[in-house]
């Protein structure tokens, strides 16, 4: 029974880790509808597995379970214990983050706790062999209650020696000298709540599997707002309270851009109603309280509107995800709030759960079923009638191209694959705002148009998209504003041509020699007439420049490169503006950045 039930955490703990879960609750599921469901097709699976165990009893004629009603009684101990150990399998599988390591401990747990727990209660329940008080002995015979193996285990030790000592006491007659035959004893029912009866066995496992799922709900429903309070009234008090410094440094707001302060003002000064915006960061902070505790997200404001698509660029551990996990209530902030469509998330998580759309950065997708059968699940989640699921479901299969593969298991998909599908689940939704974690990753250039295509068209209908990347390409051709983090921080903000305008106050010049004869008299010669310029890559001939803009307009550049053409032998040449990705390497690496800066164009 052990190896049996232990088995139903490896699902739960998989769809948890791997995000699932969290998408469903993400996508309209109620945690009732998702545990019950769980409860209810595991608990068919338990029915089933012990009709065949009852079936091996027969076989091996174990009579004493299977003879009369007697497979009703046992039937009925195996699906008390269904009841109450499924649940706790459930429960105990939260404190695990692998769904192996999980089955092996519970198997453990379960296989201990029924035989050891066994032979505690059979000795708690002699007095002659311990010399504990009586307090000590009901406390450790109360606790052992707890466990729905000991009780399975006391259950079917009890029935059977009832059973055995009838059985015994009416073949032999006589026996009564070792046993107590009385009819008192023999005609006692089973199911009474007296010591070795199983009637308190019984009684326990129903109340605790109700117990173990109460539990569940709790956990589930308030777990949220448990951590949220404690980040925001314990631990951040304290952290405020020792580390004055790095809070007046680091999380003061005081931002190093004017766009970023101003989006900040206009954020705390205006009602919320008068922003009217889809999704609203207030001086969001997230501080993870190891040691050291790591400041991920330093106090961001953020306003973003209907039918926007806002880019959150940044370097590997920028606090991009955090942001996002933040945001779809995946994490709970520091301090600081965010509101969706209005619904504050540290108040109201549910309704802003079933405002969302979210594709993770790893893919959070159920292995074991095809595209079809997923996006199937996830379009009757999102209420979408029955008549119209199948072409709903088809117009956003052939939206990322999916439908050669659609009856395939998701778990023989290419990583590619993987990444369009859990795309096209985020998309597909009628949420306000979808957040996607870097979705393109892995995608080919065909499927990356057809992803551009589709969030373009999801922006058109009004929904504001979240996104990050790490394609500078794919920023400039989907945002209509962005901002770079770095080290947790927005260090600017505002649309790609924004951004180039602001920052970009430099020409990229190319040039390539014919030949290399003149090519240091050409280096004096840019040196000479674009003051402040910086050769950047010098490579068999070919030479890459920064050239100030400032004092040098588009036509006067092109008029002197014209002339140098000639005078320098050059085979060809080019200027170009600054492009999203060089505003990016500018700001997001500031370590670089700052050594750069000696050499660089003012
Ligand atoms: N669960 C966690 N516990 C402790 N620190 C964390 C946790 N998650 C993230 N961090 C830290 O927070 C910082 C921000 O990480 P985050 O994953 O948000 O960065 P990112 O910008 O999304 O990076 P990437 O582009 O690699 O996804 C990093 O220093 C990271 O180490």
Known sequence: MALLISGYCLLTVTERTTKTKHIQFVSGVSVIVYWLSALLWDFIVFFASCFLIMGVIKYHKFDIYVMDYHILETMLIFMLYGWSAIPFVYLISFVFSGSTSAYIKLLLLNYFSGTLGFLIGNILENKQLTSMSNTTRTILGNSLLFFPNYNLAKCIGEY??????????????????????SKENTEKSIYSLEEFMIGKYLIVMSTTGFIFLLLIFLWETTSWRLRTFLNQHIFFRIYKRYRKDIVA??????????????????????????????????????????????????????????????????????????????????????????????FSITKDILQVRSRIGYCPQFDALLEYMTAQEIMVMY???????????????????????????????????????????????????????????????GMDPVARRLLWDAVTKTCESGKAIVITSHSMEECDA???SLAIMVQGKFMC???????????????ILKVKFKTEAKLEDF????????????LKHENQGILNYYIPSKDNRWGKVFGILEQAKEQFDLEDYSISQITLEQVFLTFANPEKASSDEENEVP
């Open 160 to 181: 059977t020696s009832i059973y055995e000592m009838k059985i015994l006491c009416t073949i032999y007659k006589n026996l009564s000298v070792y046993l107590n035959c």
């Open 249 to 342: 440094k680091e999380l003061s707001g005081q931002s190093e851009d004017e766009d970023v302060q101003n989006e900040r003002k206009r954020i705390l000064e205006q009602p919320q109603e008068l922003l009217n915006s889809t999704v609203l960061i207030k001086e969001l902070i997230k501080i993870y309280f190891k040691s050291p505790a790591i400041l991920a997200v330093k106090n961001i404001s953020l306003a973003i509107q209907k039918g926007e698509c806002f880019g959150l660029l940044g370097y590997n551990g920028a606090g991009k995800t955090t942001t996002f996990q933040i945001l779809t209530g995946e994490e709970s902030p520091t301090s600081g709030d965010v509101f969706i469509d209005g």
């Open 379 to 441: 379009a009757r989640i999102w209420g979408v009638s029955e008549p119209q699921i199948g072409l709903y479901v088809n117009k956003w299969l052939n939206s990322l191209d999916l439908e050669s593969h659609a009856d395939k298991l998701i778990r023989t998909y290419s990583g590619g694959n993987k990444r369009r599908l859990s795309t096209a689940i985020a998309l597909m939704g009628r949420s306000s705002v979808i957040f996607l974690d870097e979705p393109s990753t």
């Open 478 to 480: 989907l945002c209509t």
């Open 493 to 507: 903000l505002g649309s790609p041509q924004h951004l180039k305008n602001k920052f970009g106050n430099i020409y």
């Open 523 to 534: 280096k004096c010669y840019v040196t000479t007439t674009f003051p402040g310029s910086v």
